[in-house]
């Protein structure tokens, strides 16, 4: 499956953006998907991730509260909407896309080599 991220950009601390990841090459609904950020200098971190069905979702500490991830399958778009967005969120975001594994434990989620597909990455800047 191939991943197309967008929707980066320069956003003032407080403000909001809405990151798109679109897939093909595949059924996208035989994947779970995952975000992931990494910031310059700072190791890869998970950021968001979703069942294949949207039933499941799971977030990192750090963006509990301010991110929403969501998917429509019938787009083979995953999003995340991220409100109140703090400098410290500066990143290059990355989307992810793994086989379905029917699995609901978040400590498999948020490990970035369960991840078989990753996309080009698209930046988010904020201002402070």
């Known amino acids: 499956v191939q991943l197309q991220a967008s929707g980066g950009g320069l956003v003032q601390a407080g403000g909001s953006l809405r990151l798109s990841c679109a897939a093909s090459?595949?059924?996208?609904?035989?994947?779970?998907m995952g975000w992931f950020r990494q910031a310059p200098g700072k190791e890869r971190e998970f950021v968001a991730a979703?069942?294949?069905?949207?039933?499941?979702?799971y977030y990192g500490d750090s963006v509990k509260g301010r991110f929403t991830i969501s998917r429509d399958n019938a787009k083979n778009t995953v999003y995340l909407q991220m409100n109140s967005l703090k400098p410290e969120d500066t990143a290059v975001y990355f989307c992810?896309?793994?086989?379905?594994?029917?699995?609901?434990?978040?400590?498999?989620?948020?490990?970035?080599?369960?991840?078989?597909?990753w996309g080009q990455g698209t930046l988010v800047t904020v201002s402070s």
């Open positions: 979703i069942s294949w069905s949207g039933g499941f979702t």
């Open positions: 090459g595949r059924t996208f609904s035989n994947y779970d």
């Open positions: 992810a896309a793994t086989f379905a594994s029917g699995r609901v434990e978040r400590r498999w989620y948020i490990q970035d080599f369960n991840y078989h597909y």
